[in-house]
């Protein structure tokens, strides 16, 4: 239904006449309403803040009196210890100044009985203090208060704690020459009691004596005191405020702002009796208190005593020195404000209703003349008006425009709901914004020109270490960097926003506990308008994990390069090592233990074998190497490779492995060479001795099953700059070290998916920790190594053919063989190995076994020969032979139909071993 609309300007012509006329006839009525109104609140609240204001000073001249004296009072030991050195300086002086001007031309002992003289009869602080001088075998010299003990050893006098005072003074004397000293000692003129004492003794070289003199703690306190009496009765507040002091048993000390200069109760002191004491009661329950409390009480003022008035005073205890600490006002004193406020008011009123009476008279003339003023300037001004309300509208809900009767305020309301409707579509659009900004992972900041924060998301607080947004907004940029790095990376960083209009790059940032990240900002220059530029905003992202796995990639090709260099040479290595092992362990065969030649073949032998060692350290990198794995329980293997690691050193070996170790997949040698390169590391990091420390246990977490190995020691450490490189091939802190040990470490773990760490503090020691992954659903049996020589049953006749390319292999090879008793064939390629095999099968007299090399340069290798004789004869009985232990085909050959494996350079029980093992078909 569509209601009837007026004019708004008719209404208002109407209105204000009626309101008008009310107003002029109201007023006047309520003019005298409002006068008495108004005098009873001003009243009541000048008493109410007049209280509270004098309630709030006289707390704060008690509070500060209060702590004047508990100024004081800390100061008074110091005090103490000033004033005896000042004296002990100047009785020193005065005896220096003797001996000088004296010792060429009078004796010792005439210069002694001068400065005695001289010190003897001074006396200070009330006649207590007195100056004493001792030799430092403790022979009493001067003792002006006990002159009896003169001459006499005092070094068994003690105080009353049992302290020997003469002694610990000639102990001070020696070692620093002057100090103080407090004891327990009697006080001249006094009987019984001993008080505490500070004194101070200076050495005096040339007769050896120390010169001494003390003072008492009470005394200075005592002196304290009465000063600050003194000062505290001068203090006034307010119009007649004062301090007063009273002792928590009732002694007055300052009352009606004087001193007490005698001991006297304050009831007997102001003669009030039981009423006072009445009120001192309260004052102790007031004073009790920590933080003191309000009393109400009456109390004579100090211009008359005689007549009582209602005084409310704040009270604050001293209990140090037993002494309660007040002051007060005067209730009654705003009375003469309020009657002076009720004269002001009264002359107010008078004037106001003339004033209201003329207004009127003035409002009637010009009304005509307003109304004609407002029709014609009304729809003007409203026009101004509905503008500004469609600029500045903030509410939340649309104007319901069929409750409106006016036109005017009809057709604002329909500008107003428009742009409500687009503000909350702003606002909305808004918010999505700001939750997008406060979710995201990477920070999110504003800055103003002048590198103060205005606004960081969560994500920017959190990366720095702070709790919140609010911990940041406000703050410098400076807080994220050192002082060095804001001088010269931040400068130029800015400079390049500036100059550009955005950058971004690595920017090193710094978290609230100190500790830095590397981070990649982007910073881009906000515009206003007119283009000039007045803020920064940030994205900056936490880049620790990315520039971890560079460094862990740049490591990894760092090994990838050292093994294309190790597959390389390590077959070549390796058949001359052969060649050397064979000869070196034919020859040992042929004479006796006590030859004369068979220990320089025992040298040749383990140098072969260190020789060997390296080469296998270098496979170690050989790419697409893997290790021999099989399901082993490390523990033993452990305990094993430490102790023979460690044979023939004096260091103490710990051995700690768990006994329910979970077994995982491994290779043996190469883990056994894991564990003799840290053991190794720990040995020659401790030359002072000491003890390594290796443990094997279970660990298990979230995300796996885990066998952790410790190698702890108490050398020398590792420096922190040298950490980082410590797994590097090549790299060595050792001068004769080969940089092959740790690397070579590094390389098997992660060949094993596993993972290793080191800590280090220098003089403290160093701890490698490893994790392999642990099989905790394995098979009930594993199978067992190769048993001993113990199966040949017969080799004479039996045929082997052997293949390898290198003249002094096979003769190595043929002749270990043949001293085994096999009848040995040769190939010198995969051509003539097939071709040998395939003739001796058309005889009848086939091979029992074959040995093949892998690499044959320019010809058939091993492999190819192998799938070659396999075709002629699917049980043929292939042994694969390599330098290079780490070849997948090595380390899989059951794969490539191989019955066995052996590895370059040849041992002849290993070698016998495995050829036994494949003929019995094991």
């Not at 508990?70 to 004296?87: A, C, F, G, N």
């Not at 100090?179 to 001249?188: A, C, D, N, R």
């Not at 933080?291 to 009582?308: A, C, R, T, V």
Request: charged residues 25%; aromatic residues 10%.
């Amino acid at each position: 239904m569509i209601r009837k609309r007026i004019r708004f300007v008719t209404l208002i012509r109407v209105l204000f006449l009626s309101l008008f006329i009310l107003l002029v006839a109201t007023g006047i009525i309520s003019q005298f309403v409002v006068y008495q109104r108004s005098f009873v609140q001003n009243a009541e609240k000048l008493r109410t803040e007049y209280v509270a204001q004098q309630k709030e000073m006289v707390k704060r001249e008690v509070l500060r009196v209060v702590d004047t004296i508990d100024y004081h009072r800390s100061l008074r030991q110091q005090k103490t210890r000033d004033i005896v050195r000042e004296r002990v300086d100047e009785a020193w002086a005065i005896a220096q100044n003797i001996f000088q001007q004296n010792k060429s031309i009078k004796t010792p002992a005439e210069i002694e009985k001068m400065i005695l003289d001289a010190l003897r009869p001074v006396r200070f602080a009330r006649e207590t203090g007195y100056y004493f001088i001792t030799r430092l075998d403790g022979v009493a010299v001067l003792f002006a208060d006990k002159p009896e003990l003169e001459g006499i050893n005092l070094l068994k006098v003690q105080d009353s704690n049992g302290k020997f005072v003469v002694r610990d003074m000639i102990d001070i004397s020696k070692k620093a020459g002057e100090g103080f000293y407090k004891y327990l000692w009697t006080k001249p003129k006094v009987k019984g009691n001993f008080y505490q004492k500070i004194a101070f003794i200076k050495k005096f070289a040339p007769y050896n004596w120390f010169i001494g003199a003390g003072l008492y703690v009470d005394d200075v306190e005592s002196e304290t005191k009465q000063g600050l009496l003194d000062e505290i009765s001068r203090v006034r507040f307010g119009k007649s405020g004062y301090v007063f002091i009273n002792r928590f048993n009732g002694d007055a000390l300052l009352t009606n702002g004087k001193v007490v200069k005698e001991t006297i109760k304050l009831w007997e002191l102001t003669g009030g009796g039981e009423r006072v004491k009445s009120f001192f009661e309260n004052e102790l329950v007031a004073a009790a208190k920590p933080d003191g409390d309000y009393i109400e009480y009456e109390w004579g003022k100090l211009n008359d005593l005689k007549q009582s008035r209602p005084k409310i005073s704040f009270v604050c205890g001293v209990p140090a020195w037993n002494w309660l600490v007040g002051a007060g006002f005067y209730v009654d004193n705003v009375e003469a404000d309020i009657a002076k406020m009720h004269t002001v008011l009264s002359q107010n009123f008078r004037r106001g209703l003339l004033n209201k009476v003329l207004i009127a008279g003035v409002i009637v003339v010009f009304f005509i003349l307003l109304l004609h003023f407002i029709n014609r300037r009304f729809i003007r001004e409203f026009d101004l008006f509905a503008t500004f309300l469609r600029q500045a509208v903030s509410g939340g809900l649309e104007i319901d425009r069929g409750k409106i009767r006016f036109q005017e305020l009809f057709n604002v309301a329909g500008d107003a709901n428009i742009m409500l409707r687009e503000k909350n579509a702003a606002q909305e659009r808004w918010r999505e914004l700001a939750i997008v900004v406060e979710q995201v992972e990477e920070g999110i900041a504003i800055v103003d020109l002048e590198g103060t924060l205005r606004y960081v998301n969560y994500a920017w607080a959190l990366m720095h270490g702070y709790q919140s947004d609010a911990e940041l907004v406000g703050c410098s940029l400076k807080i994220f960097h050192s002082s060095e790095q804001v001088s010269v990376d931040v400068k130029k960083f800015n400079k390049r926003v500036l100059k550009k209009g955005f950058h971004v790059g690595e920017v090193g940032h710094m978290r609230k506990d100190g500790t830095t990240f590397p981070t990649w900002m982007s910073v881009t220059l906000i515009k206003n308008k007119e283009g000039e530029p007045y803020a920064y905003a940030a994205l900056v992202q936490n880049i620790t994990e990315r520039k971890e796995a560079e460094d862990e990639l740049l490591k990894l090709r760092k090994l990838d390069s050292v093994g294309i260099l190790a597959g390389g040479i390590a077959h070549d290595f390796n058949n001359l090592l052969t060649g050397l092992f064979g000869n070196i362990e034919l020859a040992r065969r042929y004479i006796d233990n006590d030859h004369k030649a068979y220990k320089y073949l025992e040298t040749a032998g383990q140098s072969l074998e260190n020789a060997a060692g390296l080469t296998k350290q270098l496979l170690t990198f050989a790419k697409g190497g893997d290790p021999v794995k099989e399901i082993i329980s490390i523990g033993t293997l452990v305990s094993e490779a430490a102790h023979f690691s460690l044979r023939g050193s004096s260091l103490k070996l710990d051995i700690n492995i768990v006994a329910d170790l979970w077994p995982i997949e491994a290779d043996k040698g190469q883990l056994s060479q894991v564990i003799g390169n840290l053991v190794i590391n720990a040995q020659q990091a401790m030359s002072g001795g000491g003890t390594i420390t290796v443990v094997a246990e279970n660990v298990m977490n979230e995300e796996a099953t885990l066998v952790q190995i410790s190698v702890r020691d108490e050398g020398c450490g590792i420096a922190p700059d040298d950490l980082g490189r410590i797994f590097d091939p090549y790299f060595s802190t050792k001068p004769k070290g080969s940089g092959l040990g740790l690397a070579s470490v590094y390389s098997i773990i992660k060949k094993h998916n596993g993972t290793i760490k080191v800590a280090s503090k220098l003089n403290e020691g160093t701890v490698f920790t490893m994790q392999f992954p642990a099989l905790l659903d394995y098979p009930e049996t594993v199978v067992e190594e190769l048993a001993g020589a113990d199966c040949n049953t017969g080799t004479s006749g039996v045929r082997v053919l052997v293949l390898d390319d290198e003249d002094v292999v096979r003769e190595v090879i043929g002749e270990i063989l043949q001293e085994l008793g096999y009848d040995v064939t040769y190939a010198v390629d995969g051509e003539m190995a097939v071709s040998e095999y395939r003739v001796a099968q058309e005889k009848g007299a086939p091979f029992a076994a074959v040995i093949t090399d892998l690499t044959i340069p320019g010809g058939m290798g091993g492999l190819e020969a192998t799938r070659e004789i396999l075709k002629i004869d699917p049980e043929a009985r292939v042994i694969v032979s390599s330098g290079y232990a780490t070849d997948p085909i090595m380390t899989d050959f059951a794969t490539y139909g191989y019955k066995g494996r052996v590895e370059k350079p040849y041992r002849l029980e290993i070698l016998q071993k495995v050829v036994e093992q494949v003929l019995k078909g094991d």
